[in-house]
């Protein structure tokens, strides 16, 4: 979810500090939550600063420090689909993975290549009707 904007949590925080209103109130009439508006004034006071904080979390690829052996298995096995590096990768090292979990380290690692499922050239394919 995108953090809300700069002018919007600007607006929260000087309708409730010009006072004469609770944080619900001020919370109802922007529709956002209670809490939202309790962290801004939090952060407005201890930071100084509406910015939104970086993004943060996210759960490691099961494949982090395994990059060189990666590179390595795509380079031994251009041809192989993901159901194969998986397969071959579990057989290596123990460990099962998703297509989908390999899919994006080799995105991140920039191993990408394109692979030809079909044996016979378009051309080839078209005219056999």
């Not at 010009?18 to 508006?37: C, D, L, P, Y």
């Not at 201890?46 to 910015?51: D, P, S, V």
């Not at 990059?67 to 071959?88: G, N, S």
């Amino acid at each position: 979810m995108k953090p809300y904007s700069i002018d919007l949590r600007e607006k929260i925080i000087s309708v409730y500090e010009a006072g004469n209103t609770s944080i619900r109130k001020v919370a109802a009439r922007f529709k956002v939550s209670k809490n939202t508006v309790q962290g801004l004034v939090k952060q407005k006071r201890e930071q100084g600063t509406l910015q939104p904080r970086p993004a943060t979390g996210g759960k490691a690829s099961q494949l982090s420090g395994y990059e060189h052996q990666i590179e390595e298995m795509v380079a031994e096995f251009p041809d192989y689909t993901l159901a194969e590096y998986c397969e071959y990768w579990g057989e290596k090292t123990g460990v099962r993975l998703s297509e989908s979990a390999m899919c994006r380290f080799l995105q991140k690692q920039e191993l990408t290549v394109k692979k030809n499922t079909q044996k016979q050239p378009r051309s080839q394919r078209n005219n056999t009707k």
